[in-house]
Nanobody, 125 residues
Framework: QVQLVESGGGLVQAGGSLRLSCAAS????????MGWFRQAPGEEREFVAG????????YYADAVKGRFTISRDNAKNTVTLQMNSLKPEDTAVYYC??????????????????WGQGTQVTVSS
C-alpha cells in the first residue's frame, strides 16, 4: 500500500521560514516526478512546485519563485519544500503528490497518482 506523509507545517510569522517534508512508503518512486500543491480555504488546489525524477528539472508557480525550493532524495524516498520569506497569502494546506511517470504536466492534478493527507501552513501578518 502506497503512503505519503507530509510533515513540517505550522504557524509562522510573515517573513519566516518553514521546511516541509514528504516521505513515501510502500514502493520506490525514484523514476517518477513529484510535486507540491496547496489549497487555501474556499480556493481550488493549486500547483506550487514540481521536480523530475532525477532532480534535473524543477518548476515553480510564479507566486513562489525565488522564495521556495523543492528538492528530493531518491535514496530516502522523500521530497522537501523549503519555504522562505513566507507571506500571509501562502497560508494553505500543502499536499505532496507522486506523478504518473517521469514526464508529466507538473501543474495538472490529474497527472498525479498518489497524494498525502496534507499539512497546514499558517502565516500570520
Amino acid at each position: 500500500q502506497v503512503q505519503l506523509v507530509e510533515s513540517g507545517g505550522g504557524l509562522v510569522q510573515a517573513g519566516g521560514s518553514l521546511r516541509l517534508s514528504c516521505a513515501a512508503s510502500g514502493r520506490t518512486f525514484s523514476s517518477r516526478a513529484m510535486g507540491w500543491f496547496r489549497q487555501a480555504p474556499g480556493e481550488e488546489r493549486e500547483f506550487v512546485a514540481g521536480i523530475s525524477w532525477s532532480g534535473g528539472r524543477i518548476y515553480y508557480a510564479d507566486a513562489v519563485k525565488g522564495r521556495f525550493t523543492i528538492s528530493r532524495d531518491n535514496a530516502k524516498n522523500t521530497v522537501t519544500l523549503q519555504m522562505n520569506s513566507l507571506k500571509p497569502e501562502d497560508t494553505a494546506v500543502y499536499y505532496c503528490g507522486i506523478g504518473r511517470g517521469f514526464n508529466i504536466d507538473y501543474g495538472a492534478q490529474h497527472e498525479y497518482d498518489y497524494w498525502g493527507q496534507g499539512t497546514q501552513v499558517t502565516v500570520s501578518s
